[in-house]
Every structure is written in C-alpha cells, then in structure tokens.
C-alpha cells in the first residue's frame, strides 16, 4: 500500500514527489490499461462513463501525457529522424537546418541525433527509428566503413523500405549498389580536384593536403579528387605532403606543425590544401607561429565554405557545399518519391569561393 499527499494509506495514490504513470491513472479509475490509453489518445470509441472515470483520475493524480512518447509510439509516420556526426559543426547544423525547415513546412515531426562518428551508435538509432516507423532516417556526412556495417546497414535499408519508409545518405555513397536507398550529395571529389586545379593554375606545384581521415568516404573522396589533379598536371602525389590526421581545427593546427617541424621550419611546399574549413583556419594560426605569412609564403585554400572562411583574414578560398540546400532536398525527394525498392542518386554541384588566401606565383 502507497501513502497518499496527505499520508493516508490508499490504493490507487501515490507518494508526494513520485512520477504519475498511465497504470496509476488506470488503478484509480478502476479500468484496464489499455481504456486508459484509448481515452487520453482521443481516436478510439470508448463508453462515456469510461472516459469521465479516466479523466477524472487523470485530474486527480495530476497526470501529464508524455507526449514524446505518444510521438514515437504514434506519430511515426510523420518523423524525419537525422543522423549528425555532431550538433556544433556549422558543415552538419547547415544541413540540419534545411532538414527541420523542410520537414516542419511539411507537417513532419523531425527529431536528430548525433553519432559522435560512433557506426556502432549510428547502426543502433537507425534500427531504432526503423522500430518506430519513422517515414524517413537520414545518415549525413562521411563514414568509416567496414564489411559488418555495410551489410547491417543495407538489411536496415531493405527493412525501412519493406515498412514504407526510406533510408536517405546525405552526403555520402550508398554502402553497395543494389541497396534500396536515396542518396543526396555533392560531388566531393570534383570539389577537390577544382580546389587543387585551382592551386596548380596559380604556379603552385607542390601542394600539401591535410585534415583528412583515412578510411572515411568524404576524406577519401577528396583525397582522390586531390591526387587526380595532381596526376592531370603531370605531377607524382608526394604521400610525405599528405598528413591524414582527421577533419577539424585541432587536427589541422598539428598537421601543420607535422610538416613544419619535418622541414625544421622551412616548408617545402608553396600551397596547402585543407580538407575542411576549420583545418584551413587553424593552419594558417599555425603557420603564423613560424613566421609564415598567408598568402605571402604559402597558399591556403579550405572545403565547405564554413562561415569561419570569410572571418579568417585573409579570406579563405575553398569550395562552397550547399549545405541547407542538401538538407531540403533530401526530406523533399524522401517525402514525394513513390520508388521504395530501388535506389536513387542525385547529386548537388560545388563551386570555387575565391577570397584572398591563395597567391599566384611568379613564373618560374
């Protein structure tokens, strides 16, 4: 027997400060569980004397419907879930944003997570929203595949769209030919190989790329695109002047220090190829410490035109992602396509931001 707010021993009440469940309101009203729910729900018929008990037990024990709860059990067909690698990046909260735009002006619910680049965890919340029947699961951005993932993640995409759903990658390739999802994305290796053409037709012949993460599909898509325009120009990719230590301020400001500290000091290189804009920005802070002066000693050029890209000084040059573009486009065609079991390719262009980080050379 439980104590009552004023202590009395009574079925059916609870104890000050204890969390009201739906059994409770079910106990005191003296009806099953299920007309509770049916009640508070308000789309089943129930009996008139049935609804006035409930709802004056609810009154009573203060009862307040979970309503995130009601929102998986019921509303999942109108969810869009997204998958981030994290909520701070201005390259994922870009994407995001067109997402939750797209998806309120059509009356869906969207909910996001991040991954922290966990697969193990991405994996675990894309079965999770498959059992909630969320109408569409975004994946975006890159990741680090292996053959587990691969084959766990087609099954899930088979499964969403077996129930009507749709397994959307925003931003990065379908884990196999045959698997039943819309991809949206960007041409990441053109994006890298116009960034490294565009070095290359300012005289600079000895491009270093940091600020990649080896194995992951967007550093390995800009890495080949990289090495592509190299090869173009008649030019041997030096893996010496590639420094694969991850995307990220934190990482480019050590890639370069790497380098630097190989060269004690003197760089051998006249330009660097960033894989993202916050690897650019930190890159030049770290070239400052040595005395180098951009774009006077060495050239800096960035991906994703991040809005830290036209507050560094001097101005970065990088190529443009449209990042909210991608994120509507992808609930869009998730939303209005009729095609479940095959899959669908579309892909977003890219184009050259040039500011004032990247000098031509003299000719030699």
Known sequence: ??????????????TVGERVT????????????ATVSRVLAGN??????????????AKDLDYVVNAHARALAGAGRKTVAVLVLDVVSSFY??????????????????????????????????????????????LVGGVIEDEEYRQRMSRYAEL???????LVLVGRPAPAPHVPALVVEYDNEAGAYAITSHLLGAGHRRIALIGYR???????????????????????PEPALQVG????????????RQLLEQCDGKPEFTAIFAGDDQVAAAAIRALSEYGLRVPDDISVAGYNDDPVASDVTPGLTTIHIPGE?????????ALEGTTRTSQERHVLGTHIVVRDSVRRLPPA
């Not at 739906?22 to 569980?33: E, K, L, N, T």
């Not at 573009?325 to 065609?333: F, K």
């Open 44 to 57: 089943y018929p129930t009996s008139a004397a049935s609804r006035a008990k409930v709802q004056r037990a």
């Open 1 to 14: 027997m439980r104590q009552n707010r004023s202590g009395q021993g009574e079925l059916g009440v609870i």
């Open 245 to 256: 230590v991850g995307f990220g301020g934190e990482h480019g400001y050590h890639a370069i």
């Open 214 to 236: 080896p194995g992951n599909t967007t550093g390995e898509a800009r890495v080949r695109g990289y090495q592509r325009a190299l090869t173009d120009h008649g030019i041997t």
């Open 325 to 333: 573009a991608l994120g509507r486009t992808a609930v869009r065609l």
């Open 93 to 138: 909260a870009h994407i995001a944003q067109g997402v939750e735009r797209e998806a309120a002006k059509r009356g869906r619910l969207c909910m996001m997570f991040s991954t922290d680049a966990d697969p193990a965890r991405e994996l675990a919340i894309v079965e999770m929203m498959r059992e909630q029947a969320a109408e569409a699961v975004l």
């Open 22 to 33: 739906i059994r409770d309101v079910a106990a005191r009203a003296g009806v099953s569980v």
């Open 160 to 166: 969403l769209a077996a129930a009507g759903s749709r």
